[in-house]
């Protein structure tokens, strides 16, 4: 198999079946045009992320931003929703794995958020995969039939899709144009758009996309930039397009109506990601000697900081009239165990009944199995509504609401050895190629393995990482306690007849990352680097 190359593309990998149905001259061609007007942007973002990290560092808090009141003191709303985004109760979302495209599209969910990024392990073969995975679903042509011999097919009712590429963080190291990396959110959007953006539009339902880790306004005008390009190339009106920020940076929530300003003629609304968010505080705080979180299980939504950064985010979008989309619960049903079962049923509906109650106007799932009590708990609030945008919240919120981080206690080292071992175990599975892992009865993705180990950095480094028994959490007690959590991974998947050739390594990663004096800003990219 051999490609027809635009001038100055090479892609440095292996090309399997189909492959080249995707990886066309028209569409790289539209990749090294994004790539050539917006890569000295991404490059100065990315820059100015680092400074303000050390700003930071050394002590700023962040603030509203002085020269943007303007924006958040004028009367503007964000265009007009198509009819396909104005009911969005439950939406679920897995990587771009054929099976799981179509049991996602078949669930009953209103949406379908498919995942480039955070629960897709980004190997080669897993990125162009998925887009010749998209390419069938979104025809509806899609099968699977898995080695028992049973085949998946698609119902007449399907979800709505949205896509999400992956973050300004992550490169395309598979695909240079003119000698340089590609991003990886303009590589995978503009191979998803020129090749499906048309065809859904017939369908109509699409182009649709969810945008992830931004951290400022100025981000997502850069994608807001990159949308009018690719419409422009496309012979699209502008507006087609329709995009959800995800709000998982805590710098993020003081620019919530700044973000959906610039992206305001392609906003589909905000979704409060709470897994990356709480991540992000981690990581921002790091070297702040009074920032301390309690064990990851104590960080709920309704902990101080969480709920106002909740609370904002509706009150913000039903005053810009866009969705307000609640985030993931990583709870799962459990088989063979009735009252776990029942417990995590428990929690589904606890946490969809709060976010209903609060005004937003939908949630997300990580089962199929769990759309059913998701959507009843929204249908209870809103009948037969399409949102609640007529509930408008009145709190108003402060940057020390934001910066509340509550609670600091407790520590416990059930909670230190269930990070090491959830990091172990998901750094394994994303290593083999699977990057969405249900471990103790939650689905995990990277995002839930970096609160592990930036935690875990963290409790080694704060004056105030005490267990509860007194214990001062030290890279020697942590050193100590990965062999015994690696044992008990290989056990577990060795159990589930997986397996275990990656998790040698992956508890080294996990070590090495967890114990580094320089925190790595991203678990993701020394381990993109050590893959294919």
Known sequence: MSLNLPAGVQINAPLHPRFDEVLTHDALALVAQLHRAFEPRRQELLKARIERQARIDAGEMPDFLPETKHIRESDWKVAPLPKALERRRTEITGPVERKMIINAYNSGADSYMTDFEDSNSPNWFNQIQGQVNLVDAIRRQISYVNEAGKEYKLNEQIATLQIRPRGWHLDEKHVTVDGQRVSGGIFDFGLVFFHNAKEQIARGAGPFYYLPKMESHLEARLWNDIFVMAQNELGLPQGTIKATVLIETILATFEMEEILYELREHSAGLNAGRWDYIFSCIKKFK??????????????????????????????????????????????????????????????????????????????????????????????????????????????????????????????????????????????????????????????????????????????????????????????????????????????????????????????????????????????????????
């Open 287 to 532: 070297k702040n000697k009074n920032f301390c979180l309690a064990n990851r299980g104590a960080i709920t939504m309704e902990v101080p900081f969480m709920r106002s950064y909740a609370l904002h985010l509706v009150k913000v979008c039903h005053k810009r009239g866009a969705p307000a989309m609640g985030g993931m619960s990583a709870l799962i049903p459990i088989k063979d165990d009735p009252a776990a079962n029942e417990k995590a049923l428990a929690g589904i509906r606890h946490d969809k009944t709060r976010d209903a109650n609060d005004g937003f106007d939908g949630g997300w799932v990580a089962h199929p199995g769990l759309v059913p009590i998701a959507h009843e708990e929204f249908v209870k609030v809103l009948g037969d509504k399409p949102n609640q945008w007529e509930k408008q919240r009145d709190e108003v919120f402060a940057a020390k609401d934001f910066l509340n981080f509550q609670p600091e206690q407790p520590i416990t080292e059930v909670g230190l050895r269930n990070n090491i071992n959830v990091g172990i175990h998901y750094l394994g599975s994303w290593l083999a190629g699977n990057g969405c892992v249900p471990i103790h009865n939650l689905m995990e993705d990277a995002a839930t393995a970096e609160i592990s180990r930036s935690q875990v950095w963290q409790w080694v480094v704060s004056p105030k990482g005490k267990l509860d028994d007194g214990r001062k959490v030290t890279a020697d007690l942590v050193h100590g306690l990965i062999p015994e959590e690696l044992a008990k991974v290989k056990a577990t998947v060795t159990a589930q007849g997986e397996d275990t050739t990656t998790y040698d390594q992956a508890a080294g990663i996990f070590e090495k990352m967890s114990l580094s004096p320089d925190y790595p800003e991203f678990l993701t990219l020394p381990l993109y680097e050590a893959m294919d």
